[in-house]
């Protein structure tokens, strides 16, 4: 321990729970409706190429950042780089927190909403489902109460605190996880037409690739593995020095990537066995709450696998949301001094609030638009197609040009390690990073507005 600051119980401590950051509705819910619109197996190939290419570097950067400085997203750059503006980047960070769980409460909200619905069963037929779907995200005080009691679950771990209750809760949900979905999965292969899903999720159509695929991959690949506002790095900073780096990285990251190729296995051929190509919620954000609902309710045995998939979905996103919320969490004790308890309380009461927008989006406020967007979409467009590469710029020249990429290797290969980090990372974080990130979020930024075409 360092300054008394908590660290992870064991080494399984910190990788699990990067993992459980990193696997959540990102993987379920977004990667593949976000792979439908871009072609299937073509945005596949660009988004694992900014796996590697920009994923892992940044990762292994967050993480050292973090335990090298044993500080929140604000104080790591604060020690880092004194009396300079750098601190911003952090804040950019917590601010991203903020606006990331306050979406993503409401939509882990919908997942425990149709986890309590399944056991009634689900209606037959696609226009049945979408009419469950519409009426459950249209009502005002359902999604409310469950976006309630969502943020008062991740509250509720973050105020046990980071072995009592981070720890703890990952250690036990990660592995009921991984069994729902080898289960989900092996129903959904054995339909009938599941070779059509493996199809899609496979054979590549470049005819679908626009500028703004790239920013989508680019933006998938931040926001899957949970990095570019510092929730990596706050984990980091629980990281004692005995632990590894290079090889945790890689190993969530191959998790991660597994199980949004997995979670698309589940729900692709299911799709294309019992709805077929009618281009129906393939590309929307009710993907999984409008498809899946009717596969469940044509296969046998649809509903256990309906409430199975939705407790699954619920899961996953409980260990992430407990990320973004300690990322808030660390600044506030770390820089301002409160108490734990009442900092997760607190700011959990303050993200619920910044909520609720997103959800009277669908009913009350249904007239706002920008770009052609809802009010959950445009949240979700700030968060992840700008803020998210825009930290991961920042940090990424913070790294090469200030610090030093001596640093971050040096910080890196510290400890037990299976293979070490070389300097080949260099490059990656100095030019190829920031250049290509920023050129791919200006052109997919002007693009996704209609300002190019
Ligand atoms: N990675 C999570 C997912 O795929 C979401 C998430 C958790 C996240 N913490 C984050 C995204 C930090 C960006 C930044 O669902």
Sequence with gaps: MVNGRENWASKIGFVLAAAGSAVGLGNIWRFPYVTGEH???AFLIIYLIAIVLIGYPVMVTEISLGRSTQKN?????????????????????????FVILSYYSVIAGWSLAFMVNSLGGFPQGIEAAEELFMGH????????????????????????????????????????LAILLVLVVL???????????????????????????????????????????GAILTYGSYLSNKDEIPGSAAQIIGFDTGLAIVAGLAIF???????GTEEVAMESVGLVFITLPAVFAEMPMGTIFGFLFFLLLSIAALTSAISLLEVVVAYVIDEHHWPRTMAAVVVGAIIFVVGIPPILGYSTWDGFSFAGMDILD??????????????????????????GTRNVIEEANRGNVSFRVGYWISPLLKYVIPL??????????????????
Excluded: C
Excluded at 85 to 91: E, T, Y
Excluded at 204 to 218: E, H, I, K, R
Excluded at 269 to 275: D, K, R
């Design 39 to 41: 072609g299937g197996a």
């Design 269 to 275: 051929p299911a799709f294309f066995a019992l709805i």
């Design 378 to 403: 445009t949240y979700d467009f700030f968060a992840d197609s700008i803020f998210l590469p825009l930290g991961g710029v920042l940090t990424s020249i913070f790294a090469g040009h200030v610090w």
């Design 436 to 453: 290509g990130v920023f050129v791919v979020m200006v052109f997919g930024v002007l693009e996704a507005l209609g300002i190019i075409g």
């Design 73 to 97: 997203p604000v104080g790591a750059f604060k020690a880092l780089a004194p009396n300079t503006s750098w601190w911003l980047v952090g804040a950019l960070g917590v601010l991203t927190g």
């Design 137 to 176: 995200i249209t009502g005002v005080g359902t999604p409310i109460l469950y976006h309630a009691i969502f943020m008062v679950l991740t509250a509720g771990i973050i105020a046990a605190g980071v072995v009592k209750g981070i720890q703890r809760a990952v250690q036990f949900l990660m592995p009921i």
């Design 187 to 229: 129903r959904s292969l054995t339909l009938e037409g599941a070779g059509e899903g493996l199809a899609f999720l496979f054979a590549p159509d470049f005819g679908a690739v626009t500028g703004n695929t790239f920013l989508s991959a680019v933006g998938q690949a931040f926001f899957t593995l949970s990095l570019g506002m």
